[in-house]
């Protein structure tokens, strides 16, 4: 059974999804593919774990140092290629954007085959947990922003409050 609760941010409501276990998804409210691998939820906010998912949302957002969560995540569905691409994306550090290209190479490499940028594209657009699994940091080769489930406008300030300065629709730096 999966536990799902609402979780005010400052870039708006997120949905946090659980297996009374691990966090296993976080979207933000209305974004494409929210929740897409739940399957018959229960809304509780009672969970102990979301204190640790509040306090690590807190701490991104407010003191820009997250750190290693203190809970674990697991994916829900997802087909083992975008599990390998979701777990790509875990490497790329705070402050820091890697493009499509580069996220395509190191999941080639880790599943022992050429892969293609749009197929890793579109597993990133899919990634059920949103911030911790930080998709937002993956930008075209160009440095332009593209594709964000959550939205170009949440991307720009996810990328701006980690340090980046963005011109347009380009990063053009980090300042971290």
């Not at 290209?101 to 022992?112: A, C, D, P, Q």
Request: proline share 5%; with cysteine.
């Amino acid at each position: 059974m999966t536990v799902l609760t609402k979780i005010d941010t400052p870039l708006g409501v997120m949905i946090a999804a659980s297996d009374k276990v691990a966090l296993t998804g976080l979207w933000f409210e209305g974004q494409k593919y929210e929740c897409a691998f739940v399957k018959n939820p229960e809304w509780d906010d009672s969970l102990a774990l979301w204190d640790s998912v509040k306090t690590w949302i807190n701490q991104y957002y407010h003191e820009k140092t997250p750190g290693t969560p203190l809970f674990s995540i697991a994916y829900e569905g997802g087909t083992p290629f975008q599990q390998s691409v979701w777990n790509t994306l875990l490497e790329i550090p705070f402050g820091e954007v890697w493009t499509y290209n580069e996220v395509t190479h190191r999941v080639s490499e880790k599943i022992g085959r050429k892969t293609s940028p749009r197929a890793v594209a579109n597993a990133i657009g899919k990634n059920p947990i949103a911030l911790l699994v930080p998709c937002h940091r993956v930008v075209a080769t160009t440095g332009k922003l593209t594709g964000f489930a959550g939205g170009l406008n949440r991307k720009t300030t996810l990328l701006q409050l980690e340090g980046h300065q963005i011109q347009g629709d380009t990063v053009i730096h980090n300042e971290a």
